[in-house]
């Protein structure tokens, strides 16, 4: 009996390790994204983007708006900061997909809501789609 319970344990213990781990791993990713758009690190945005991922919002039209990753990533140069400012608002998680919800706000400017589909790809967790929205700030 004292197998059995010590066997339960120990998976027990193995499953909430691997579960902060991949936690950690996924705020990682996250954090990868967001400071290197707001520090001019366009090779950390790379680490956090899957190469295939695009990006949707809808426009002041009302229309659908698809961004390539690629593209996006473009717009930020090397050593250029900015003053964006992020933070994680909630991460969801079951074995290797997530979803995440972060705010990045332009101080003066805007508040944008981010909302992020991660998947567990070969041991590493990427950024495979992105949908976002924005507000204008008030004066």
């Not at 967001?34 to 990006?55: C, Q, V, W, Y």
């Not at 900061?81 to 400017?109: C, H, Q, T, W, Y």
Request: no cysteine.
């Amino acid at each position: 009996m004292k197998k059995i319970v010590l066997s339960l344990v120990f998976i027990g213990i193995s499953y909430f390790s691997n579960a902060q781990s991949d936690l950690e791993q996924i705020t990682e990713t996250i954090n990868h994204y967001m400071e290197g758009t707001s520090n001019g690190e366009p090779d950390r945005i790379k680490e956090a983007f899957h190469e295939n991922l695009n990006l949707y919002s809808i426009t002041e039209d009302q229309t659908l708006k698809t961004w390539n990753g690629k593209e996006y990533i473009s717009i930020f140069k090397e050593g250029q900061k900015n003053n964006r400012v992020g933070r994680i608002i909630s991460i969801d998680f079951e074995n290797n997909a997530a979803i995440a919800k972060a705010e990045i706000l332009i101080p003066g400017k805007k508040l944008y809501t981010d909302y992020f589909m991660l998947l567990k790809i070969e041991g590493e967790w990427k950024i495979v789609h992105k949908a976002y929205t924005s507000r204008a700030l008030p004066l």
